[in-house]
């Protein structure tokens, strides 16, 4: 079966999405995410997107999602990697990505999640009405 | 263009392997991994395989392409996250991965490389005759 995996890095998980993702697909990441939370009891989760050349509602909405399930576990999840076009597409949609931090590069996100300031977003819940 | 992406991390450069590999990705990637050891000077590639079910021989010979180019330029290969049946597998087709260091996950990649131990490996050239 198609997975994503899911690498621990120290505190951090990695992930790396390359793939078409698909509704079963997502679903799987949300769950195999949360559990290694759990689990491994992760404060940070690295989401690299530099493959993905569209990054569409669904695709938005997962990104929301498991930002959202993250830092009810504890954890806070930045997006690295974004394309500048999707950038573009990104705020001519109207998708902001809510709840959710970017970083450029891998490195870039790590300084973020290791140097963290916890942050007074309140935006994580509401990314259904963005989608 | 489906592309396999190489990150960066520190001096290492870290890439999963997720989707079926053919020819032109395969070569794609090959050129990545060369061009970007040789911009940012990284001296340890990872290569996470933990979503392959299957190693065939031309997975084993691309990993192995990649240990023995990353080699001439300065960098070791460590191949992280080997599913079990697939150590079998290879191990029954008669392909031991020459020139390819392996360790079970992607910290104990790093500490491989980290706390790297010049080896002697002369075997990084001869993969294709175990194909």
């Known amino acids: 079966m198609e997975r994503i995996p899911v690498l621990r890095m120290g505190s951090l998980l990695l992930i790396t999405i390359q793939v078409d993702m698909h509704d079963r697909l997502a ?54 990697g974004m394309q500048p076009a999707v950038a573009i597409t990104l705020v001519e949609l109207g998708m902001s990505l809510p709840g959710v931090r970017t970083a450029l590069s891998v490195e870039a996100g790590m300084e973020v999640l290791y140097g963290e300031i916890p942050v007074g977003d309140s935006g994580a819940g509401d990314e259904r009405s963005q989608a």
């Open 27 to 80: 679903m799987q990441l949300q769950e195999d995410v949360t559990q290694r939370i759990s689990e491994w009891g992760s404060t940070g989760v690295l989401i690299d997107i530099s493959s993905l050349e569209i990054v569409d509602s669904f695709i938005g909405r997962m990104l929301a999602n498991i930002a959202a399930m993250s830092k009810v576990l504890g954890a806070e999840t930045v997006v690295v």
